[in-house]
């Protein structure tokens, strides 16, 4: 990028994927491993070989009769029938003894194939994309228009979000999802975004624009589903999916009474310490995800006695990191019952549907173990690492890749990468980031980078995002848990993680919420429910979102450009959502109101959105999600218009995959000769001495100063990738001077002086 602006694609030659480095010949990188010399890239998209149900298989519903209890034979298979449990054992049977499952590597992760494969992702939200009157979600992205749109871009994969049925069944009847589809239920494409015909004709298309779809799998719980409500009747294996404990009635005096209509309560800290104390559960974990005094005030919830076919009542407590209607998955019960279902769900969604990835959502949690003292061992357990290298393994088996949304320290992100999944979403740097642009200053990004290139965390590993479904994330575990009494010199003093993430924290509340910006709302303990631009429009001072100017959206997408510079000027994969590409701003909270009741602010950032203008007259989203105000308008559109925020993404994504940033090696984050200033070192490593730098202002006024860095050979040469000009060369200090406009970036390639 030129310090001018963006770079032009038309100055960077069209033809070429990569940049072909001058006058340097590659050395022979050594002895090529089985994956090099057979599959050198793993396949864009699987060819579904495997069905779970065959066309016109009869509905469920067909089979209804009696009452739902468990001494209603019928009701007990018709659950059956529902479960993942069930789906999983005859998805598996198609796999077993099949030539095919020894044709692909598995043992180690391998995250630069993966972003070889596809290494920029659109992010998609089900529930809040506007589609065509009659048209499904799947469909949709089924368009060969979109996909047509998407390969302009530069985007090459697509991340569906959560599409199968969620939620939960009281009875016969379903109960709607309590956090937006990822407490999944069953193996069947929830009909209210689509078929899985649909689906499969999505991964068509894709594949047609060199495309590929990720799909989700959630290995730490499930929604109250058949799978639950069977585990409640004691049914089979059932309840070894869950780390559930049916308590003795002798001890029933212990737990709380459920209201009537609910059919669980949440565990106040009385009660869990009471039943710890009983040897009935491990008791308190290491933090409570979603505290809400009241609400949820403990990570177990105690069921309403329920009457089994065998006529035996029963009364179980249930672990749930997460929500009360999202019981978590026992990865370490006899039956093995847990794993079974997730890996079931896994191979529908590559083999039966088309995916070529998956992500692992909630999979730091799959392992809980009681301690001596203190809190219970809840967070980077071995056992999580054991199931993700084994999750991680069956995908690649079947030729897909992985990546995990892991919110936890910088070691248990490496940890359970080490051989697990592929790549990791950047929990460590995306706060940091957010932090850089609402304060103008890069120190605490500079040391979140400097910690995970220190802890051994490779950056390609790593999936760089804009905004996503959840709030922007604030919870710096890595500092707040992990890291709490260790020092960090911060701000000329040295101050605790603890303190540290308490300040930071502080900071990022008090510059993107409130009085500041009374459209962003705080998220329990977690972040800020806040869109991409509306976090820029806080960060700018920009408190009446109804009183922007054409000058303040220009701003804005500056400012939101230099966020996409950030993440994907470094190696690693770049992801971006819907709201990132029209430049959503956050539903007006009394809109929402009831969605807001419990304390999930995060809706009031998931507006509806409509990328291609194909439903101009909608108010909302099919699942009733409202339309989102907009600053840049649909993408084919801002396409036509070189000014636009997705025309300067196009320039700086082609940029990108044409001098394969996404595949070389960060290794150097140096000091800064300005506060705003961020420098980024990068190394292709099979041409010794080539590098790339990228150099980026966080401020929207200029900036100047010397880049500096050991890396740097004197004498080198420079190269404005942006236009392909000469900047200079590399000084006897290993350095060079450069200026930036406000929110401005700069991408250089560094050639070594021939010799």
Not at 659 to 676: K, L, M, Y
């Amino acid at each position: 990028m030129s310090d001018r602006d963006q770079v032009s694609a038309d100055q960077v030659p069209a033809d070429h994927e990569t940049v072909e480095v001058e006058a340097l010949e590659v050395e022979d990188p050594g002895e090529p491993n089985f994956a090099q010399v057979f599959f050198p890239a793993r396949p864009r998209a699987l060819r579904p070989r495997a069905r779970l149900r065959p066309q016109g298989a009869p509905s469920a519903a067909q089979v209804r009769s009696g009452e739902p209890l468990g001494s209603n034979p019928v009701y007990v298979e018709w659950l059956r029938g529902q479960s993942m449990l069930q789906d999983a054992k005859e998805i598996a049977a198609q796999f077993t003894g099949q030539g095919s499952m020894w044709q692909n590597p598995f043992a180690q992760p391998d995250p630069r194939a993966a972003v070889q494969t596809a290494s920029v992702w659109f992010t998609a939200y089900p529930i809040s994309m506007i589609t065509r009157p009659g048209t499904s979600f799947l469909a949709s992205l089924a368009d060969p228009v979109l996909w047509q749109t998407f390969q302009e871009i530069g985007i090459h994969a697509l991340h569906t979000g959560p599409v199968k049925r969620a939620g939960g069944l009281s009875g016969w009847s379903p109960t709607p999802s309590v956090d937006g589809h990822f407490d999944r239920v069953g193996t069947h494409i929830d009909e209210l975004f689509g078929s899985e015909d649909d689906y499969r004709e999505m991964c068509r298309v894709a594949a047609d624009h060199d495309g590929t779809v990720i799909d989700d799998i959630v290995p730490g719980h499930t929604g109250k589903g058949a799978d639950f409500r069977l585990a409640e009747m004691g049914v089979g294996d059932y309840p070894g999916i869950y780390h559930m404990v049916a308590i003795p009635q002798e001890d029933w005096h212990l737990l709380p009474d459920v209201p009537e209509g609910r059919d669980s309560v949440n565990l106040d800290e009385a009660a869990e310490a009471a039943l710890a104390d009983a040897g009935l559960i491990v008791g308190e974990m290491q933090r409570v995800i979603f505290h809400v005094p009241g609400l949820k005030d403990t990570n177990w919830s105690v069921t309403a006695p329920v009457t089994g076919p065998d006529g035996v009542t029963r009364r179980w407590v249930y672990l749930h990191y997460f929500k009360e209607g999202q019981p978590s998955i026992n990865w370490l019960d006899p039956t093995f019952a847990g794993m079974r279902l997730v890996i079931g769900d896994a191979l529908h969604s590559l083999g039966d549907l088309g995916s070529g990835g998956l992500r692992l959502d909630a999979n730091g949690f799959l392992g809980v173990e009681r301690t001596l003292e203190g809190p219970a061992w809840s967070e980077g357990h071995p056992l999580s690492q054991a199931a993700n290298q084994l999750i991680g393994s069956m995908v690649r088996k079947v030729g897909g890749f992985t990546f995990q949304e892991l919110n936890l320290s910088i070691e248990d992100i490496r940890d359970t990468a080490a051989g697990g999944a592929d790549l990791s979403y950047d929990f460590v740097n995306r706060p940091a980031y957010h932090h850089a642009l609402a304060t103008g200053d890069t120190e605490f990004l500079r040391l979140t980078l400097r910690q995970a290139h220190e802890l051994g965390v490779d950056a390609a590993g790593l999936v760089h995002a804009l905004q996503n479904h959840d709030e922007m994330t604030y919870e710096l575990v890595h500092f707040a848990s992990r890291h709490r009494d260790d020092e960090f010199d911060f701000r000329g003093e040295v101050t605790t993680g603890e303190g540290l993430a308490a300040t930071i924290r502080e900071e990022l509340t008090e510059a993107l919420t409130g009085d500041a910006a009374p459209y962003n709302l705080v998220f329990t303990t977690n972040g800020i429910a806040s869109t991409t631009a509306s976090v820029i429009t806080a960060a700018l001072g920009l408190r009446d979102l109804d009183a922007l100017t054409d000058e303040d959206v220009e701003r804005v997408t500056r400012a939101h450009l230099l966020l996409a510079m950030f993440n994907a000027l470094q190696p690693g994969v770049f992801a971006l959502s819907g709201w990132d590409l029209v430049g959503a701003l956050p539903i007006p909270a009394d809109e929402i109101e009831p969605l807001l009741r419990e304390g999930d602010t995060r809706w009031v950032h998931r507006p509806a959105y409509d990328l291609l203008d194909v439903a101009p007259g909608a108010t909302g989203s099919a699942s009733g999600m409202p339309r989102a105000r907009t600053l840049y308008g649909p993408i084919d559109a801002q396409l036509q218009d070189p000014r636009s925020f997705v025309r300067r993404l196009k320039d700086l994504l082609h940029l990108r995959g044409y001098f394969a940033i996404a595949t070389t090696r960060q290794v150097d984050v140096p000091e800064v000769a300005h506060r705003s200033m961020l420098v980024m070192v990068h190394d292709y490593e099979q041409v010794p001495g080539q590098l790339q730098v990228t150099v980026l202002n966080f401020s929207g006024e200029p900036i100047s100063g010397t880049v500096i860095s050991e890396h740097l050979e004197p004498g080198s040469r420079l190269m404005d990738m942006g236009d392909g000009s000469t900047f200079g060369e590399v000084d006897q200090l290993h350095g060079f001077h450069v200026e930036l406009e406000g929110f401005a970036g700069l991408s250089l390639l560094v050639t070594p002086a021939k010799g």
